[in-house]
């Protein structure tokens, strides 16, 4: 089992940017990837960006360009970087580790809310 705690989310008007952080209780080193996920209200949890242990990166195509996932694997921590926030990206964001030889994301954080004003 994983502890996992996420940060930094908060309000932004579109445009804005927001830094989000989840520090694991383990060594990241030990999961296949770590993700963010996020949920908005009335929709399913979905997958924004994930990183293997080897920083191979994957991101939806609705924040390509705008959001970089990475990785501090000293500090048990992976960081969602998003840039030119809009209204649409407001959801409550969720940390998820993906446990070696599972193809799921299995552990998860609390979740941090996200709010993008127009």
């Known amino acids: 089992q994983v502890q996992l705690v996420e940060s930094g989310g908060g309000s932004v008007q579109a445009g804005g940017s927001l830094r989000l952080s989840c520090v694991a209780s383990?060594?990241?080193?030990?999961?296949?990837?770590m993700g963010w996920y996020r949920q908005a209200p009335g929709k399913q949890r979905v997958l924004v960006a994930s990183?293997?242990?080897?920083?191979?990166?994957n991101y939806a195509d609705s924040v390509k360009g705008r959001f970089t996932i990475s990785r501090d694997n000293a500090k048990n921590s992976v960081y969602l970087q998003m840039n030119n926030l809009r209204p649409e990206d407001t959801a409550v964001y969720y940390c998820?580790?993906?446990?070696?030889?599972?193809?799921?994301?299995?552990?998860w954080g609390q979740g941090t809310q996200v709010t993008v004003s127009s």
């Open positions: 998820a580790a993906q446990r070696l030889g599972s193809w799921s994301y299995g552990d």
């Open positions: 383990r060594n990241i080193l030990n999961f296949n990837a």
């Open positions: 990183i293997t242990g080897r920083t191979s990166t």
